[in-house]
C-alpha cells in the first residue's frame, strides 16, 4: 500500500466532520429511529450469538424456557434484543408473537406496564380470541389488567395459542426503588409454560434478583437459558457504522435520514477514497486508522463498552483529521493487507481526554475523562484507589485481611467504604460487583459484598499508571501492596 499523503482540498472543517462522526456513532437503536430494515443492514452481526439464540427459541413452544442476556454496560443487549424481535423470518418461522417492554423509552414504569397491556390485548385479538372485560387502559387499571389479562392466557387450551407469547424486558437496570414492583407484574407470565420470557440484565441487576427473593431468582435468572454477550471487535464495529457514508442508492433506508450528507458531492466518501475504498465490500475489510495498540486502549479503558468507545473514537479521528500529516505513520497488516495507520501518543490521550486541551475547539465531544486514579493519596503518600484494586484483586472480598493490608498503606476503613462505592458505580466501573456473602446482625452488610476488577481497573494498574505522561501530570502512585 503507498502512502497516503491527502490533498488538502479534501480537508473539511472539523466541525462539520463532527457532525458526521456525531451522527454516525450514535446508539443504533436511536439513529435507525427503530427502522426494521435500517437497523438490521448496520447491526454488526454477532453470529455465534444470534445462532444460539436461534436453537433455544426453535424449542420454545415445547419447553417454555426463560432466557437470560447478560453483559456489562455498552456491550449491546438493547441491540440484541431489537435484532432479535425485528428478525420477521426467524419469528415467522418458529410462530412467535413477540411483545417488548423497553424501560429506557420514557423511564416511566406506568407507561412500560400500558404499552404491555395495550401490546397483550392486540395478541389476543389476532389470535381471534379477544379479552372482552379489560378496564380501560389508564393507570389505575394496571393491575386488574393484568390479572385479566393472566387468567385470559390460562383459560384457553394451547391449540387456540396458535402463536407463542415472547416478552422482551430491556434496561430494566435502569429501574431503582420500584425495581420488583415492576418484575412483580411480570412474574405469573415468567412462572407459566405458555409464554417466555427474554431479559437482558448487567451483573448489578442479577445479584438484585437473586438476593431479593427466591421466586424471582428462580425464573428470572436461575432456571433460564442464558446467553453472555462479549466484547466486540472494537475496530470491526467502528468501522460498520461508518457505513452509510458509502451509500449511494436512493432505496436504502438511511437516506432520509442523512441526506444533507449526499447533497452534491460527498466530501466524506471523498475522506475514505483517500484510503481505496469505494464500496460497501471495501468497508467491511477496512479498519480505521486507529494501530492495534490503540484500538486496545479503547476497549480495555471502557470494559468495552460500545457508546464510551464511540466517544472516544469521535474525538480521536477529529484530532487524526486535523493534525493529520504531523501525526506519526505506521503500517499494521489488517486481514494480510497493509494498511497506514496514525500514531496517537500518550502525551496526545491525556491532552484529549484528561486535561482539556480541545474543550475550546470546535469539533471536540470531551466526553471522555481518564480518571486521576492518585487524586486521593494517605499521609503515608500511598494511592487509594490504586491500593484498593489491587487488594481487591489479591482478596476480592471486603474482608478484615483486606482492611489490615489497607490500614498498613494508611487508608482507613471509612475511606476505603466511600471509594469502592465509587469504583463499583455505573460511572466508574472499575470494580464489578460479585455475589452479597453473609452478613452478621451488627456488621455493615457491605463489609461482605465480593468483588472483581474490571478490565478497565486492571488496565489502570497494569499499564496507565505507569505511563511516563501520565506519572508527570498526575504523580506516582506511592507504595504497592507487594511492597509491604
Known amino acids: ?43 454488526y452481526n454477532r453470529t455465534a450469538d444470534f445462532e444460539k439464540v436461534n436453537g433455544m427459541l426453535k424449542n420454545i413452544k415445547n419447553r417454555g424456557d426463560n432466557i437470560l442476556i447478560t453483559g456489562d454496560a455498552g456491550k449491546g443487549k438493547s441491540n440484541f434484543m431489537y435484532r432479535i424481535f425485528f428478525d420477521e423470518e426467524l419469528i415467522e418461522n418458529y410462530s412467535l408473537y413477540p411483545v417488548i417492554v423497553d424501560y429506557g423509552e420514557t423511564n416511566k414504569i406506568n407507561i412500560c406496564l400500558t404499552s404491555f397491556i395495550e401490546q397483550v390485548d392486540k395478541y389476543f385479538k389476532e389470535l381471534g380470541i379477544p379479552v372482552n372485560n379489560l378496564k380501560s387502559n389508564t393507570d389505575e387499571h394496571i393491575s386488574q389488567n393484568f390479572n385479566i389479562l393472566q387468567k385470559h392466557l390460562v383459560n384457553h387450551k394451547n391449540t387456540e395459542l396458535k402463536k407463542y407469547l415472547l416478552i422482551f424486558l430491556d434496561d430494566l437496570d435502569y429501574v431503582e426503588e420500584e425495581l420488583f414492583e415492576l418484575l412483580e407484574y411480570f412474574l405469573p407470565f415468567a412462572s407459566s409454560q405458555r409464554v417466555s420470557i427474554v431479559l437482558s440484565a448487567r451483573p448489578p441487576l442479577l445479584e438484585a434478583i437473586r438476593s431479593y427473593d427466591g421466586r424471582f431468582a428462580t425464573y428470572f435468572t436461575r432456571s433460564v437459558q442464558r446467553i453472555k454477550l462479549d466484547d466486540l471487535v472494537t475496530s470491526k464495529i467502528l468501522s460498520r457504522r461508518l457505513a452509510p457514508i458509502l451509500v449511494e442508492q436512493v432505496t436504502h433506508p438511511i ?168 469504583l463499583s458505580n455505573k460511572t466508574q466501573r472499575m470494580l464489578l460487583p460479585k455475589k452479597i456473602l453473609p452478613a452478621k446482625m451488627e456488621e455493615k452488610a457491605s463489609l461482605y459484598k465480593s468483588y472483581e476488577v474490571s478490565v478497565k481497573g486492571n488496565y489502570y494498574l497494569s499499564e496507565i499508571a505507569d505511563w511516563p505522561e501520565y506519572i508527570k501530570r498526575f504523580g506516582n502512585y506511592g507504595n504497592k501492596l507487594s511492597e509491604l
Open 255 to 422: 437516506k432520509h435520514l442523512i441526506k444533507k450528507l449526499f447533497e452534491g458531492t460527498s466530501r466524506y466518501r471523498k475522506l475514505l477514497n483517500l484510503y481505496g475504498i469505494e464500496n460497501l465490500e471495501q468497508l467491511e475489510k477496512f479498519d480505521l486508522p486507529f494501530t492495534h495498540l490503540y484500538n486496545n486502549f479503547m476497549t480495555s479503558i471502557t470494559n468495552g463498552n460500545i457508546r464510551e468507545i464511540f466517544n472516544i473514537a469521535h474525538d480521536s479521528l477529529i484530532f487524526i483529521l486535523d493534525n493529520y500529516n504531523e501525526l506519526q505513520t505506521t503500517i499494521e497488516m489488517v486481514d494480510n493487507e497493509p494498511q497506514e495507520k496514525k500514531v496517537i501518543t500518550q502525551e496526545q490521550i491525556l491532552q484529549l481526554f484528561s486535561d482539556g486541551t480541545f474543550e475550546t475547539k470546535k469539533g471536540y465531544l470531551q466526553t471522555y475523562k481518564i480518571i486521576n486514579i492518585n487524586e486521593h493519596k494517605s499521609k503515608m503518600g500511598n494511592s487509594l484507589i490504586y491500593n484498593i484494586l489491587e487488594s481487591i484483586r489479591k482478596h476480592q472480598h471486603l474482608n478484615e485481611d483486606l482492611f489490615d493490608d489497607l490500614l498498613k498503606l494508611g487508608h482507613s476503613k471509612e475511606k476505603v467504604l466511600r471509594e469502592v462505592e465509587i
Open 1 to 43: 500500500m503507498q502512502p497516503i499523503d491527502p490533498v488538502n482540498k479534501f480537508k473539511e472543517k472539523l466541525m462539520t466532520y463532527s457532525d458526521f462522526f456525531s451522527f454516525s456513532f450514535q446508539d443504533l437503536l436511536k439513529l435507525s429511529q427503530k427502522d426494521k430494515n435500517l437497523f438490521l443492514s448496520l447491526y
